[in-house]
């Protein structure tokens, strides 16, 4: 695409603000220029830390003649034309700025040549201003050098570190780049000396391998999952090496986050990393990782800040998930090839071993689907769009059922055994109260005009709590002595006979106060799954999971435990391996 200045309008759009504060972002920008133009070999180049010196050099596609001036102007793109292309970026830049604002603050050399130019072009700026330009002879390709960053800045130049962070930070930046473009051959060379080189032949491992080297890159396992499929939701993928609990650091410096191949900094993915490790490492140390994500553009905004080092999730909630279940599983995966930990394979609690290797199921039934039944569990996926509840309790993978009464998971600190009925009531009663302050009580209809003959203490109770009942989406009319007819029940018993369900629920409360709470947590007690009843690994992982962003997930509404659990400390005392 030709380079044009873009209109006022788009560029209001574009989030503004510095982008070069210091010699490794002004790198940062220049590698993802070669990005952009398709190089697939690119060379850096820094001397005093990008203080004196730096050069990046591209074999992409050049920038026309015609254009070369235009290139260096603030908001001058080939990139983005309208503020609609904001929503579906494929190139890492489109704001028109880093050239602008790195020749601004230095003295910048550009060669270059289109592919379909005959004649390369050399334009020299000092400060933002031409000095020179004149036909070169000259590869196809692009080298930008930097001279004398910051020279007519003196308050930016003051903030710059010493030159051995700065270098630091630039060789930061270029293994960060190499590790996300592993089909790009990188080159680093500081102060005369090369420090770094990728092979470009595509292979992932090689790259981590030679950025963290051979030795650390030995105890690192590989990631490789996709978000199981959701109805409205994008699926993500997650791709890289992460490593095991016995290599850390001191600080989060080697979590390596990638987005659609941008090396993002976010706060809460490297949260999603550290808490993956979670019961594993000791607090103040921090995994080893690279990670690249990948999710249609259209899930995620660049145009947050003007570094790009941040994006914006459309479900961060999703992200963070995908992200953490996919190093739990990997890490307790690897946990269990080791040699020493043989018992967790073998399933002490079911006769039948269970394949948890399998990939995750997806959740395929919609919100508006009714065709509940009896071993069904009266509760809805969770809507994407669902504000993204905090999560109170580590995430469980579920392993089993026994007893047809409790749920076995593994977490971060041991096993947990669920009692399936006490956490079902947990949920139900956070979800109904939920609805009850958002006042849209989930109903449905009765269709089959269902009556109930009550006990005469029952018809008492009810005429105590009608109020309450009905905020709760009953709707019934007498039909009769002691009998009622029902037009609408809430939702979460629309399966049920509620000739079966309601006197229990009026026996249940004929024994409280008949507030709100108490009616919410009596209908929580009949729609929620009964012990005896055999759940699908299906159920049993959408219960766990809701469990798992419950305010108070601990007990039933009625005080009862919900889980328990068995610490990996325990569990090697009974096992004599402490
Ligand atoms: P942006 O990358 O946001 O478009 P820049 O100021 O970084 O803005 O670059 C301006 C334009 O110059 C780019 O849109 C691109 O057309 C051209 N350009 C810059 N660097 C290169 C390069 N290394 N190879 C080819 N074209 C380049
Ligand atoms: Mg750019």
Redesign the pocket.
């Known amino acids: 695409?030709e380079?044009i200045v873009l209109p006022e309008e788009v560029v209001a759009r574009i989030a503004a603000g510095e982008a070069v504060e210091r010699p490794a972002s002004a790198v940062k920008?220049?590698i993802?220029?070669?990005i952009?133009?398709g190089?697939s070999s690119l060379r850096v180049e820094s001397v005093a830390g990008g203080r004196q010196l730096i050069r990046?050099s591209?074999n992409?596609?050049?920038?026309p003649g015609m254009?070369i001036e235009l290139?260096?102007k603030r908001h001058?793109?080939?990139?983005?034309r309208a503020t609609e292309d904001l929503q579906d970026l494929s190139?890492?830049?489109?704001?028109?700025?880093?050239?602008?604002?790195i020749a601004a603050v230095s003295q910048t050399t550009i060669i270059?040549r289109h592919r379909d130019d005959p004649m390369g072009i050399s334009l020299r700026l000092n400060g933002g201003r031409v000095e020179r330009q004149r036909p070169i002879g000259a590869p196809a390709?692009?080298v930008?050098a930097v001279e004398n960053l910051f020279f007519n800045t003196p308050a930016r130049l003051k903030f710059l570190k010493s030159d051995r962070t700065e270098k630091r930070n630039i060789h930061g930046v270029v293994t960060r780049y190499a590790m996300a473009y592993p089909h790009i051959a990188f080159t680093l060379k500081q102060d005369e000396r090369e420090q770094f080189r990728s092979s470009g032949r595509g292979d992932l491992a090689d790259v981590v391998a030679g950025v963290f080297g051979r030795n650390h890159f030995k105890r690192m396992i590989g990631i490789e999952t996709s978000s199981p499929a959701r109805i409205a939701q994008p699926t993500i993928a997650v791709r890289g090496y992460t490593s095991l609990p016995d290599l850390t650091r001191r600080d989060r410096s080697r979590i390596a986050l990638f987005v659609n191949g941008r090396a993002i900094q976010d706060n809460s993915l490297s949260h999603a990393v550290t808490g993956a490790y979670e019961g594993m490492i000791k607090s103040g140390t921090f995994p080893f990782a690279v990670l690249l994500i990948s999710l249609p553009t259209e899930f995620v905004d660049v145009n947050v800040h003007p570094t790009k080092a941040q994006v914006r999730f459309r479900d961060p909630s999703q992200v963070f998930s995908t992200v953490q279940r996919a190093l739990r599983q990997a890490l307790l995966e690897a946990d269990l090839d080791e040699p020493d930990a043989d018992q967790w394979r073998t399933d002490g609690f079911t006769n039948e071993a269970i394949d948890y290797r399998r990939p995750a199921p997806s959740f395929a039934r919609t919100a508006t689907e009714d065709s509940f039944h009896d071993a069904d569990l009266g509760y809805i996926p969770e809507a994407a769009d669902a504000p993204a509840k905090p999560r109170t309790l580590p995430i469980l993978r579920v392993v089993g059922q026994i007893g047809a009464t409790y749920i076995v998971a593994e977490g971060p600190a041991g096993l947990y055994l669920i009692d399936q009925n006490a956490a079902h009531e947990r949920i139900l009663y956070e979800k109904i109260c939920e609805e009850q302050r958002a006042d849209s009580p989930l109903a449905a209809p009765v269709s089959d005009s269902q009556t109930v003959l009550l006990s005469p203490e029952h018809d008492i109770v009810l005429g105590e709590c009608a109020g309450v009942l009905s905020e709760l989406g009953f709707e019934i009319e007498s039909f009769g002595p002691h009998t009622y007819v029902f037009r609408a029940c809430p939702q979460v018993i629309a399966s049920s006979r509620l000739a079966d369900v309601f006197p229990t629920m009026l026996e249940n409360l004929s024994r409280k106060r008949k507030g709100r709470e108490e009616a919410i947590a009596a209908l929580a007690a009949v729609a929620a799954v009964k012990s005896g009843q055999i759940l699908s690994m299906e159920e049993m992982q959408s219960l766990v999971a809701q469990l798992e962003r419950c305010a108070s997930p601990l007990a039933s509404p009625s005080g009862n435990n919900t889980l328990i659990r068995l610490t990996r400390e325990q569990l090697a005392l009974e096992f004599r391996r402490a």
């Open positions: 695409m380079i920008e220049l993802e220029n070669a952009d133009a190089a990046v591209d992409g596609a050049g920038i254009e290139a260096c001058a793109t080939s990139k983005l190139t890492l830049g489109f704001r028109g700025e880093a050239l602008a604002s270059t390709g692009t930008v």
